[in-house]
């Protein structure tokens, strides 16, 4: 079975600040894998995804990603952090047999103070 | 509306009473799932439909919990004889058939507060 460990459960950080948000995962065979992002009184959003190629992957709003298989991490990177950008970011993997279900991290609350 | 919409958006009961929660995918995506969220914790998988079945129930915590999508769109989970421990927030997904990106589309949850 897969799992998912986010070690940081929140990450304050200043406005303009970079910021890496950590992804471990544990399976034993191939997944994707993904990171979702939960403003506050809205539902979960897809950030961006790893499902082949390239292991530096880019999302939205300026965030990108690098899996890194011999690690087994997917950490969330940003290079300068604005105030908008505080919420719960979830991590989460899924086999890559034909995708059924996501297992999600326990999350990690980013504070971007000014 | 254009994204997953889920009602209530609030329930508060006494333990023992039955729940109904409800969710109305995006038209058009096929594939639905329930998903729900302790304080504290991330989504946890409940069931996932693929159409009308029940492609896998595997997350249902026990017989109390049932989920049904009769016609292939909207969706209820209910809850039998609820306990404390049954309260979270419950999340509803979807996605369109056939996409193997992983990419849900999640409402805003339904909380459920039990007393």
């Known amino acids: 079975a897969q799992s998912v460990t986010q070690l940081d459960s929140q990450v304050p950080v200043f406005e303009e600040a970079p910021v890496e948000l950590r992804c471990n995962y544990s399976s034993s065979v191939s997944v994707y894998l993904f990171w979702y992002v939960q403003y506050p009184n809205q539902g979960l959003q897809l950030l961006l995804k790893?499902?082949?190629?390239?292991?530096l992957v880019k999302g939205i709003n300026g965030f990108e990603a690098e899996f890194n298989k011999s690690q087994t991490s997917f950490h969330l990177r940003k290079p300068s952090v604005h105030i908008s950008d505080t919420a719960e970011y979830f991590c989460?993997?899924?086999?890559?047999?034909?995708?059924?279900?996501?297992?999600f991290g326990t999350g990690t609350r980013l504070l971007v103070s000014p | 509306g254009a994204g997953v919409s889920q009602t209530p958006s609030n329930k508060v009961t006494e333990k023992g009473k039955y729940v109904e929660l409800r969710c109305d995918p995006i038209?058009?995506?096929?594939?639905l799932y329930w998903y729900r969220q302790s304080l504290g914790q991330g989504p946890e998988f409940l069931i996932y439909f693929q159409g009308t079945g029940a492609a896998d129930d595997s997350g249902l915590p026990n017989d109390r919990f049932f989920a049904v999508r009769p016609e292939g769109s909207v969706s209820t989970l209910k809850i039998q004889r609820t306990e404390r421990g049954d309260s979270a927030v419950y999340l509803c997904?979807?996605?369109?058939?056939?996409?193997?990106?992983?990419?849900?589309?999640f409402g805003e949850g339904s909380r459920l507060t039990v007393l």
């Open positions: 997904a979807s996605s369109p058939a056939g996409l193997a990106s992983g990419e849900l589309f």
């Open positions: 038209s058009g995506h096929t594939a």
């Open positions: 790893y499902l082949s190629g390239s292991t």
């Open positions: 989460a993997v899924s086999l890559n047999t034909g995708f059924q279900k996501l297992v």
